[in-house]
């Protein structure tokens, strides 16, 4: 799902201000039972980041209100934000409600746990309870197409990108699909209209870069991967991509610099590994070129071409065995 959804006693708390933890307590005290006090207050722990003591006080309020779909709801968000998607979908199990909130939740959690044909139908009912909401309709764009079903897929992410022209989301959606069957200019424009619209977005910046070094625009996709990576360095892959593009354009420095940035936050990273190494083979640095190889195939066996790099590297070495191995090891992933 894309983004929290705020159940309405959370929107309400968050639009009045929330008052200090002191009153919640006395409040509690002088009626334990009362569950709506017991919401507002994991409303307010869940807002100074103390999920735990959230979930707890979402519970009491279940436990006196079982019937309500607000409790049911901020609880099984407060697991879902925990990456406790199996809890929170035991919730809407043990405590139904219809509204669309609730299914958009159900098909989040859904999706969490690698379910995404169960997830269709909870996003088809909140779409069909909100179809204003944008959210709801993106959510049910995208677990379509990873179900295969990409041409209702597609349609609902144009749909969408007509409905709601400045939502970025719709854009890149389009342009993702569009990219993916080879419309690799329609993609462009598609992406381009999503960096406009969300600035500060490192996500679709790296994606108009994708396609623009797809169409050989090189320096312009090194400017989009630049951009991503100044709006967010934590990825790894942005900077594996961007080690890609430089080298493309005849920076070997700058690419090894970017490989080493990514290994950085990710040290089994198997493509900044291999990318590396064949760095490491253009200037003649045999022995580090072989050790990146070798670190390429351990994070990831299904790497193909780190084998057959390992199988020459190997046969420079005159170490014919482990030539042999690697190769036939290359082989079998063809």
């Not at 797809?214 to 934590?234: C, N, V």
Request: charged residues 25%; hydrophobic residues 45%.
């Amino acid at each position: 799902m894309t983004g929290l959804l705020l159940a309405a006693a959370f929107r309400a708390v968050c639009q009045q201000g929330a008052p200090p933890e002191q009153d919640f307590l006395r409040a509690i005290a002088a009626h334990p039972s009362d569950p709506h006090t017991r919401g507002d207050y994991g409303i307010f722990l869940q807002q100074q980041g103390r999920a735990a003591e959230a979930i707890a006080q979402f519970r009491a309020a279940l436990e006196f209100d079982p019937r309500s779909p607000d409790a049911a709801y901020n609880l099984a968000l407060a697991l879902f934000g925990e990456g406790r998607a199996a809890e929170a979908l035991t919730v809407f199990d043990e405590h139904p409600a219809n509204t669309a909130d609730h299914f958009a939740l159900l098909g989040a959690a859904l999706n969490a746990l690698q379910r995404p044909a169960d997830a269709v139908p909870a996003l088809r009912r909140a779409v069909a309870l909100d179809p204003e909401n944008p959210d709801f309709l993106y959510d049910l764009a995208l677990t379509l197409l990873k179900i295969d079903a990409s041409e209702e897929g597609a349609r609902l992410l144009e749909s969408g990108r007509r409905r709601f022209p400045r939502v970025a989301k719709f854009h890149a959606g389009v342009g993702m699909v569009a990219y993916l069957n080879g419309k690799n200019d329609e993609a462009v424009q598609a992406y381009e209209s999503a960096v406009k619209l969300e600035p500060n977005a490192a996500d679709f910046y790296a994606a108009l870069a994708d396609v623009r070094d797809a169409t050989g625009d090189l320096a312009r996709a090194g400017a989009a991967y630049s951009q991503a990576l100044r709006l967010d360095r934590s990825v790894a892959a942005y900077h594996v991509k961007y080690g890609r593009n430089l080298a493309k354009l005849q920076r070997p420095r700058e690419a090894e610099a970017a490989f080493l940035d990514a290994l950085a936050r990710d040290p089994a990273n198997a493509d900044a590994h291999f990318q590396l190494g064949k760095l490491l083979i253009a200037r003649d640095d045999r022995a580090a070129a072989l050790s990146q190889f070798e670190q390429a195939v351990s994070a990831n066996p299904s790497l193909k071409e780190a084998w057959y790099q390992l199988g020459l590297g190997y046969r420079r070495e005159g170490m014919q065995e482990k030539a042999l191995a690697a190769m036939e090891q290359f082989r079998k992933l063809q």
